[in-house]
């Protein structure tokens, strides 16, 4: 019994939630079992915010365990090195490069990591980096952010980009029609953002 | 997304070719039948509208509070918000005695509000199915505490559901319909966050219609006077063995069998599915209607395996029992008692039992890395922004704090929130503080910050009982409009009912002049105004007597609230004095900081700003404390005419 084990995680407010939704959307449409869980209790308010999605002919635990993530997203660079520890070992990291910084750093009780995505590095993992926000931005609008990393994920998943991409325009497409295109440009920007080799460094 | 998407959006399977080289290896399934993917809170929702459910009642609370707004939606029954979960149980229980089926949800510490009502309706019974779904913050996601609402089940002598997921939460809940109107007694279905928040597929059974047969006048049975009381009692515990002996039956409690018979495994609710996931060669006994225990198949159960262990979230409640009963088992006593009881915190508890060494593949392969913790936060612009601030800047205040988002005031910057107990504690607590207070506190002033519906909860009486009693207590009642916390739900001060019509709006002044304070020591007034309300705030705190302010801006995630034009710093102006940090606005961020000698030889820490403009939505906060009106609007280009606060 095989499960793919997706670990999605940010700050409340980025979408976290959503694109997981959407990518659940795309496993069902396969006939997977699918569960998805999230811990966001007070995310509204600038926390934490951790989505696991698991799928697979049959879906127990909606957990994702330390160490058993096949794919971690990270929305936020310093989040995705919080949740670096989730990823099995030849786990991928997919992570955007903006940086949200909470009050407890601007008024001076807690240092920002300096690199975190270089520390994912030296910690060995296959990080795959793009600033999903200045994507976005080519495309004139901020909010397709969102998109842009669905878009980063659709190669790393146990199907084909098309049921990603499909998933997503029936999500955004159906709501605002004028979206659609833009939309379908911002999938393949985070696509193309991730298709070359990771450069990671593994130590020895 | 919008809450109540997935109900209506069936999800048809429609296969696709899948490409022969897949990354991670995962097999197809079968094509499943077209099913719903809910989270355990909206399907059970749809549990109560397809019992034919007339009334639904609660009080928003984390993590129960979609299953109300999920109801909501549909048009086939009424639901309210209540003010809060004791009313709301009253309002089912009467729904009840007219012979409608009936349903309230609420978060862990609900039940204790409505304990009052539940364990009285429990001696009269009810007569129209009546369904409490309660929700326990296992792992306190959102919560003060971390309490086993189960207790209350068997309290209450009460059967008791535990689903293990969002498909059991469907047909548990529809089960307790039946079960509360063949034994004629609230039915309890049990869920925490890892029930109500995660989704899974469910399929639907048919949908049933339910009419209430009409109120039957029975005073014996509806009066609970002691005389009619005493032969009551007698008869629910009657009805409890009644339940037991069904427990027996129930097609929720089940056997799954396992070839490893070294540890057998008693296990309910979201326990189940780790236990399954890390020992899936283990016999289980799953407890699905867990009160009372059918102790007879667990004694058998018990029997036929070498160990017994009980994973339950989170009191030893079956464990308690099970040795009661002369059944050997362990439990907490190798299990954590606190949070959750997820896959890598069983392996090694099941080793220790075993005798074994803890399985390596249960330790992470990378260590969790140190990062800066990321506490929630108040909002850009939240109107709580410069209360706190404000609260901040006076000195010698004790500060009894309430329920909601303004409980953030407790952190950094401010600082500023001295307890935080139970809903509406913050007027008891603050005129206790008042009273018993002796030399070492006789020159603080005592204050209580309490929400609007927090107050409408169970804050007016704290209210009542310090005017009745002339205490000394300066009340903050920052009326945002909005269930804040909760995510904005409405509440009798918003003017709007649960479907966002037209309602009776309370007056908050009225009504606190009405419990008791005098007029004059009223004042409503507008939270982004720093000096006024600093000024309000110092004068009253003067007064030995019961004063309210009333600030009335709406959350900023609500509807009301409507965005301005948005700030910047002008970063050749900032001396990085760093006041607007003060604030404790995220949109104000450090770029850089300085260690600058005063002539004085004093050492000066110095922050200099800016405001992510695209955050910012005008509030003006930020722009009082500036000094040098380095904050301006971002467009067009031209300072603010704010007065600046002295202060």
């Given at each position: 019994?095989?499960?793919?084990n997706?670990?999605?995680?940010?700050?409340?407010?980025q979408g976290?939630?959503?694109?997981?939704?959407?990518?659940a959307?795309a496993?069902?449409?396969l006939g997977f079992?699918?569960k998805?869980?999230e811990?966001?209790?007070m995310?509204q308010r600038g926390?934490?915010?951790t989505s696991?999605l698991?799928?697979?002919?049959?879906?127990l635990?909606?957990?994702i365990?330390?160490?058993?993530?096949d794919?971690?997203?990270?929305?936020e660079?310093a989040?995705a090195l919080?949740?670096?520890h989730?990823?099995?070992?030849?786990?991928?990291a997919?992570?955007?490069q903006?940086?949200?910084v909470?009050?407890v750093v601007?008024?001076g009780l807690?240092?920002?990591?300096?690199d975190p995505?270089?520390?994912?590095r030296?910690?060995?993992l296959?990080v795959f980096?793009?600033d999903?926000s200045?994507l976005a931005m080519?495309?004139?609008n901020i909010?397709?952010g969102?998109?842009?990393?669905?878009?980063?994920?659709?190669?790393?998943?146990p199907f084909?980009?098309?049921?990603?991409r499909?998933?997503?325009?029936d999500?955004?497409?159906?709501?605002?029609?004028?979206?659609?295109?833009l939309n379908r440009?911002a999938?393949e920007l985070?696509r193309?953002?991730?298709a070359?080799p990771?450069?990671?460094?593994?130590?020895? | 997304m919008?809450?109540?998407r997935a109900l209506?959006?069936?999800?048809?399977?429609?296969p696709?070719?899948?490409?022969e080289?897949?990354?991670m290896g995962a097999a197809?399934?079968?094509?499943?039948p077209?099913?719903?993917?809910?989270s355990?809170n909206?399907?059970?929702?749809?549990?109560?509208?397809d019992?034919?459910?007339?009334?639904?009642?609660a009080?928003p609370?984390?993590p129960a509070?979609?299953i109300?707004?999920?109801l909501?939606r549909?048009?086939?029954?009424?639901?309210?918000w209540?003010v809060?979960?004791?009313?709301?149980?009253?309002?089912?229980?009467g729904a009840?005695?007219?012979?409608a089926?009936?349903f309230?949800?609420?978060?862990h510490?609900?039940?204790?509000?409505?304990?009052d009502?539940?364990?009285?309706?429990?001696?009269?019974?009810t007569e129209?199915?009546?369904?409490?779904?309660?929700?326990?913050?296992?792992?306190?996601?959102?919560?003060?505490?971390?309490?086993?609402?189960r207790f209350?089940a068997r309290?209450?002598?009460?059967?008791l559901?535990?689903?293990?997921?969002?498909q059991e939460?469907?047909?548990m809940a529809?089960?307790?319909f039946?079960?509360?109107?063949?034994?004629?007694?609230?039915?309890?279905?049990?869920?925490?966050t890892?029930?109500?928040h995660v989704k899974?597929?469910?399929?639907?059974?048919?949908?049933?219609?339910h009419?209430?047969?009409?109120f039957?006048?029975d005073?014996q049975?509806w009066?609970?006077?002691?005389?009619?009381a005493?032969?009551r009692?007698?008869l629910?515990y009657?009805?409890?063995?009644?339940?037991r002996?069904s427990?027996q039956q129930?097609?929720f409690?089940v056997?799954v069998e396992?070839g490893?018979?070294?540890?057998?495994?008693?296990t309910?609710?979201?326990?189940?599915?780790?236990?399954?996931?890390t020992?899936p060669d283990a016999p289980?006994?799953?407890?699905?209607q867990s009160?009372p225990?059918?102790l007879e198949?667990l004694?058998?159960?018990?029997a036929?395996?070498d160990?017994?262990l009980?994973?339950e979230?989170t009191?030893p409640l079956?464990?308690?029992e099970?040795?009661?009963?002369g059944i050997?088992?362990?439990g907490k006593d190798?299990?954590p008692?606190?949070?959750?009881?997820?896959p890598?915190?069983?392996r090694?508890?099941?080793?220790?039992l075993r005798g074994?060494?803890v399985?390596?593949?249960?330790q992470?392969?990378?260590?969790p890395q140190?990062?800066f913790?990321?506490?929630?936060?108040m909002c850009v612009a939240?109107?709580?922004?410069g209360?706190y601030y404000?609260l901040?800047?006076?000195?010698?205040l004790?500060?009894?704090?309430d329920?909601g988002?303004?409980?953030l005031g407790?952190?950094h910057?401010?600082?500023?929130?001295?307890?935080?107990?139970?809903?509406?504690a913050?007027?008891g607590?603050?005129?206790g503080?008042?009273?018993?207070?002796?030399?070492?506190d006789?020159k603080k002033?005592v204050i209580?910050?309490?929400?609007?519906?927090?107050?409408m909860h169970?804050?007016?009486?704290?209210?009542?009982d310090i005017?009745?009693n002339r205490g000394n207590?300066?009340?903050?009642?920052l009326?945002n409009?909005a269930v804040?916390?909760?995510?904005?739900?409405?509440n009798?001060?918003t003017?709007?009912?649960?479907?966002?019509?037209?309602?009776?709006?309370?007056d908050f002044?009225?009504l606190?002049?009405?419990?008791?304070?005098?007029?004059e020591?009223i004042?409503t007034l507008?939270?982004?105004?720093?000096?006024t309300l600093?000024?309000?705030?110092r004068?009253?705190?003067?007064?030995?007597?019961?004063?309210?302010i009333i600030?009335?801006?709406p959350c900023?995630?609500?509807?009301?609230?409507?965005?301005?034009?948005?700030?910047?710093?002008?970063?050749?102006?900032?001396t990085?004095?760093?006041?607007?940090?003060d604030?404790?606005?995220?949109?104000?961020?450090?770029?850089?900081?300085e260690?600058?000698v005063k002539p004085s030889?004093k050492?000066?820490?110095?922050a200099?700003?800016?405001i992510?403009t695209?955050?910012?939505?005008?509030?003006?906060?930020?722009v009082?404390?500036?000094?040098?009106?380095a904050?301006v609007?971002?467009?067009?280009?031209?300072?603010?005419?704010?007065?600046h606060?002295k202060?």
């Open positions: 019994m095989t499960i793919t997706i670990a999605v995680c940010g700050i409340g407010g976290v939630m959503t694109a997981t939704e959407i990518l959307e496993a069902l449409s079992d699918v998805k869980t811990v966001a209790g995310s926390g934490v915010v696991h698991r799928f697979g002919p049959q879906v635990s909606p957990q365990m330390p160490g058993e993530a794919l971690l997203v990270g929305f660079a989040e919080r949740w670096a989730m990823l099995k070992p030849g786990g991928v997919l992570v955007n903006g940086r949200f909470p009050p601007t008024i807690y240092d920002y990591p300096e995505i270089a520390e994912m030296r910690l060995g296959a980096d793009f999903a200045a080519q495309l004139g909010r397709l969102n998109t842009v990393m669905l878009g980063a994920m659709s190669d790393r998943l084909p980009a098309d049921v990603l499909k998933a997503v325009l999500r955004f497409g159906t709501r605002k029609p004028e979206l659609l295109e440009e999938f985070g193309a953002a991730v070359q990771a450069p990671a460094q593994a130590i020895a | 919008e809450p109540g209506t959006k069936l999800v048809r399977f429609d696709e070719p899948v490409r080289d897949l990354p197809l399934p079968e094509t499943a077209s099913r719903l993917f809910l355990g909206e399907a059970v929702a749809l549990a109560v509208r019992a034919g459910c007339r009334v639904a009642a009080y609370g984390t509070t979609e109300l707004e999920e909501s549909f048009p086939d029954l009424y639901t309210e209540s809060n979960e004791k009313v709301s149980l009253e309002v089912a229980l009840s005695m007219v012979g089926r009936a309230c949800a609420m978060k510490v609900g039940l204790n509000v409505a304990a009502a539940l364990m009285t309706m429990t001696v009269t019974g129209g199915g009546l369904v409490i779904a309660v929700a326990d913050d296992v792992g306190m996601s959102s919560s003060q505490n971390e309490q086993d609402s209350w309290f209450a002598h009460l059967p559901f535990e689903p293990a997921d969002a939460s469907y047909d529809r089960e307790a039946a079960v509360s109107e063949r034994f004629r007694c609230p039915a309890i279905v049990r869920m925490t890892r029930i109500c899974g597929r469910v399929v639907p059974a048919e949908r049933e219609a009419e209430p047969a009409g039957v006048k005073p049975r009066v609970m006077v002691p005389g009619h005493k032969p009692v007698a629910m009657e009805r409890e063995e009644a339940l002996a427990a129930s097609p409690n056997l396992g490893d018979r070294r540890i057998g495994f008693v309910s609710g979201p326990a189940y599915m780790h236990v399954r996931e020992f289980v006994f799953k407890l699905g009160y225990l059918p198949r004694r058998a159960f018990a036929g395996v160990q017994l009980v994973v979230e009191e079956v464990e308690s099970l040795r009661a009963a050997a088992c362990a190798v299990l008692r606190v949070g959750e009881l997820s890598d915190r069983l090694p508890a099941v080793a220790r074994e060494e399985p390596a593949s249960a992470p392969r990378l260590v140190q990062v913790p990321r506490p929630p936060t939240c109107p709580h922004l209360i404000t901040a800047q006076l000195r010698n004790t500060i009894s704090g329920i988002c303004y409980t407790a952190g910057p401010w600082n500023a929130l001295d307890t935080c107990i139970s809903m509406g913050s007027m607590v603050a005129l503080m008042d009273k018993g207070r002796g030399p070492a006789a002033a209580a910050v309490i929400g609007d519906s927090t107050f169970m804050g007016m009486q704290g209210l009542l005017t009745w207590v300066t009340v903050l009642l009326d409009r804040g916390m909760t995510g904005g739900q409405d009798p001060g003017g709007r009912d649960i479907h966002g019509e037209s309602a009776q709006r309370v002044a009225k606190c002049e009405a419990l008791g304070v005098k007029k020591r004042h507008d939270p982004y105004e720093l000096p600093f000024k309000t705030l004068d009253e705190i003067k007064v030995p007597e019961p004063s309210v600030t009335d801006r900023v995630l609500i509807d009301d609230y409507k965005p301005t034009q948005p700030y910047k710093v002008i970063a050749d102006k900032c990085g004095c760093a006041n607007c940090i604030v404790g606005c995220p949109a104000i961020h450090v770029t850089r900081r260690t600058q030889g050492e000066v820490e110095l200099f700003v800016r992510e695209s955050a910012c939505t005008g509030c003006g906060l930020c009082q404390p500036c000094a040098p009106e904050i609007h971002a467009l067009p280009e031209h300072p603010v005419k704010f007065l606060a202060i």
